[in-house]
Structure formats: C-alpha cells, structure tokens
C-alpha cells in the first residue's frame, strides 16, 4: 500500500502545480497584437545589431592575430 500512498501524492503534487500555473497565467497581462508587433521587431533588429557587431569584431581579430603572426615568422 506505500506505493499507492506516494503515486498518490505525486499525482497531487502534479495536479496543484498545473492548477497554481494556470492561475498565474490568468493574473498576467498579455501584449495585444500592435505590442507584440513590435516587440517581436525590435529582438529581430538587436539580434542583427549584435551578429553584425560580433562579426565585425571576430573579422577584425583574426586579421590581427594573422598580422601579427607573419610579423613573428618573417
């Protein structure tokens, strides 16, 4: 009988998580679609500023790395 006692809990456990979830969810508030519009377009224009950044910077130290590793062999 222990092993339906703790399947017993766990499903109760289970059961009071989704429950608290659900609640939560209803106490948020939810963008309408003008804000999530733009919401959406302002990471997708950060995420290209930040790849174009990065790989600027990675170009730019491999050409120094590169530089300065034939200045070394010469």
């Known amino acids: 009988m222990c092993g339906f006692s703790v ?16 609640g939560e ?14 919401s959406t377009l302002i990471v997708v224009i950060g995420m290209f500023l930040i790849s174009f ?5 990675d170009f730019s130290l491999l050409n120094v ?3 300065v590793s034939k200045c070394v062999r010469n």
Not at 25 to 38: A, D, Y
Not at 53 to 57: G, H, L, N
């Open 7 to 22: 399947m017993a809990r766990i499903v109760k456990n289970i059961r009071s998580f989704f429950s608290e979830m659900i």
């Open 25 to 38: 969810l209803k106490k948020s508030t939810w963008p309408n679609k003008k804000e999530l519009g733009r």
């Open 53 to 57: 950044y990065i790989s600027v910077v």
């Open 65 to 67: 790395v590169d530089f």
